[in-house]
């Protein structure tokens, strides 16, 4: 196949993102710069494994090169070190687009994560911009690439500075790569370090000896030698390896440089025959909660990379990554035989299935570890409450939340252990964070009577909240939602029961009065079960949305927010006071005392008055007249 010469000019400008990243990666913003290494290696193998998948439709690719393997170069008396692979290689298209430009927006998010971390070492492999991590330790590269089944080989050069140029290779560079791609680093005189056999062979066995590929170190009489194992270390068995040979899979499968919280490593026999490896990481990945983020999860086919792209766990688990070997599906497998396919939705079914079990299995045996995973990646699993139907009971089972008891995360197991006589329900309250919810005054009854409540702060709760979940029979309560008895179970010390008024003070009246004052601000007024000390409370109807969902659908226009439910605390001097002053006949002292409540149980409820003057003024009016009497 012949690829047509460009009439266009050489010289390029890169991206305006490559050039804020390069700036970057010339300043060193690595605390060890050989990760560069780690970065072209794995470049080198994906162009390997996509050689490998294409060639299965197309065996003419693999031409008289055969089988795809790596090279590494050192040259310490010119300074250079060269990376060499007999993979896919690239066109001039595509050149111009894998090493001029970013198509996605990680580079924006890689800096904005740099600048939050201030050391790109664990984050360069995640944002998919190694190819310029070079750039840390060389003052110049050029790339020579020539795509499988092309005629023409092209060289692309760069100084980092401003762009690059791309040339049709000379005839000499063009026999060196007959398909694939060579790069040559010129080393910076503070890195010629790299320049050695012996450091090359140190960092290609730490970051890349799990590289299924051949990766050959060649010396300077141009002898070669393997110096990684090249082994599909998920098809060996777990005997023979050790923690430190997880970890360094972990490293080559993930680009992460922090070590696996969980590592899950097994084969499934019977009607079907796969090898799994899974991590689930330490360190929370950048974009956890990007939408669009699907899981790391490699699909081989008898040792043949097939795709990142098959869904093989729900989204939930989009931090698992790894892979996962089938010996039974076909090597042509499309992306729409992978949705349909009976195999693949087994598959499916046993890997969620076992992450779940080991997740189980952590929390029961080393729980420090396992909170640890839980304030990582809570938020997401807990998505799977309200996604995964099958495994909704297990979801919850793992889920860990923090209570008004005093322990720091507490599991639904040990809320049932210690539910109070007659409590019948989980109760739970959501909002923004924790300090606020503890102050809450709807909690006052429960807090009276011993009942222990959850507190939901992340966003996802709002949402699986609604589902009228249950476990183990006994159904979620939100103590801002709905209609509270908690008159069968008994207060922790008796004489905290309600005190009797003694100036006869008629609900119907005051709650009438508040009611036609406050007009269309709230849809009802009615006497508090919930509240202790405090006079107000605002919650929402058991037909309308909890407050918490109510706001964030109502921010992001998705639904029009519904007028509150105001309660009263009837035994509260404040709520007397109106009455008091109706039979004086002040019912504009009246008027503002209830619109005072209204307001304070906005704030305290994380809102502000819709007239922060008026409440103002209205407050300075009250203080006034305190003074004066």
């Not at 969620?352 to 396992?370: I, K």
């Not at 709760?461 to 979620?476: L, N, P």
Request: one cysteine or more; hydrophobic letters at 40%.
């Amino acid at each position: 196949m012949n690829e047509t010469i460009k009439s266009t000019s050489s010289e390029r400008p890169f991206q305006a993102e490559v050039s804020q990243l390069l700036k970057l990666m010339i300043n060193s913003v690595y605390s060890e710069t050989e990760i560069f290494l780690r970065e072209l290696l794995s470049n080198a193998s994906d162009a390997c494994d996509k050689l490998r998948y294409e060639a299965i439709s197309a065996p003419e690719l693999l031409g008289e090169t055969g089988l795809p393997c790596i090279r590494v170069t050192p040259n310490h008396s010119s300074s250079t070190l060269m990376i060499s692979d007999t993979g896919i290689g690239m066109s001039h298209d595509e050149l111009v687009e894998n090493l001029g430009t970013i198509a996605h927006s990680g580079t924006k998010a890689f800096i904005d994560q740099l600048q939050e971390v201030k050391d790109g070492n664990g984050l360069i492999g995640q944002f998919g911009v190694g190819f310029y991590s070079a750039f840390m330790v060389a003052d110049r590269i050029n790339v020579i690439s020539r795509r499988a089944g092309n005629s023409t080989a092209w060289m692309w050069t760069s100084t980092g500075d401003t762009g690059f140029k791309i040339v049709p290779a000379d005839e000499e560079k063009a026999r060196s790569v007959t398909r694939g791609t060579e790069i040559t680093l010129f080393l910076k005189p503070d890195a010629k370090k790299y320049a050695e056999t012996d450091t090359v062979k140190r960092i290609v066995q730490l970051y890349s000896d799990h590289v299924q590929f051949p990766i050959k170190l060649v010396d300077k009489e141009g002898e070669c030698q393997q110096i990684n194992s090249a082994s599909a270390i998920w098809q060996r068995p777990r005997s023979e390896l050790k923690n430190n040979d997880y970890e360094e899979a972990y490293r080559a499968i993930t680009h992460a440089i922090d070590k696996p919280a969980l590592t899950i490593h097994f084969k499934a026999e019977g009607r079907q025959l796969f090898a799994v490896l899974l991590f689930v990481p330490t360190q929370r990945p950048f974009n956890l909660f990007n939408q669009d983020r699907k899981g790391h999860v490699k699909l081989y086919v008898r040792r043949v990379y097939i795709t990142s792209d098959a869904e093989l766990l729900p989204p939930y688990l989009r931090f698992v990554s790894g892979v996962v070997d089938s010996e039974d599906l076909p090597l042509n497998i499309s992306r729409e035989m992978l949705q349909k396919n009976l195999n693949v939705a087994a598959i499916r079914s046993t890997l969620a299935g076992r992450v779940l079990s080991e997740l189980e299995r952590l929390a029961e045996e080393t729980p420090d570890t396992f909170n640890k995973v839980w304030d990582s990646f809570g938020p997401v699993i807990k998505e799977g409450i309200y996604e995964d139907h099958e495994r909704r009971e297990r979801i919850l089972k793992l889920s860990r939340f923090v209570s008004t008891k005093p322990d720091n995360i507490r599991s639904l197991k040990q809320y049932l252990e210690d539910m109070r006589p007659n409590q019948t329900e989980i109760y739970y309250l959501v909002g923004n964070n924790i300090d606020n919810l503890r102050s809450n005054p709807v909690l006052e009854a429960a807090r009276a009577r011993g009942i222990e409540v959850l507190f939901f702060t992340d966003h996802v709760d709002a949402f699986w909240t609604t589902i009228q979940a249950d476990y183990e029979g006994k159904q979620f309560k939100s103590l801002s939602h709905g209609d509270i008895n908690f008159d069968l179970v008994p207060m922790l010390n008796e004489k905290e029961e309600k005190e009797d008024r003694s100036n006869d003070v008629d609900d119907a009246v005051v709650i009438a009065a508040v009611k036609n004052f406050l007009g269309d601000r709230v849809s009802d007024v009615r006497v508090s079960k919930r509240l202790i000390n405090s006079p107000v409370c605002l919650i929402a109807s058991h037909t309308a949305p909890d407050r918490r969902l109510e706001k964030i659908l109502a921010s992001s226009d998705q639904s029009p927010s519904t007028a509150p439910i105001l309660e009263l605390n009837m035994t509260h001097d404040i709520v007397h006071a109106i009455a008091d002053a109706r039979a004086l006949g002040k019912e504009a002292v009246a008027e503002d005392l209830a619109y005072f409540l209204f307001e304070q149980a906005q704030i305290l409820d994380g809102e502000i008055p819709a007239d922060p003057t008026a409440y103002a003024q209205r407050l300075n009016r009250l203080v006034l007249q305190g003074l004066q009497t």
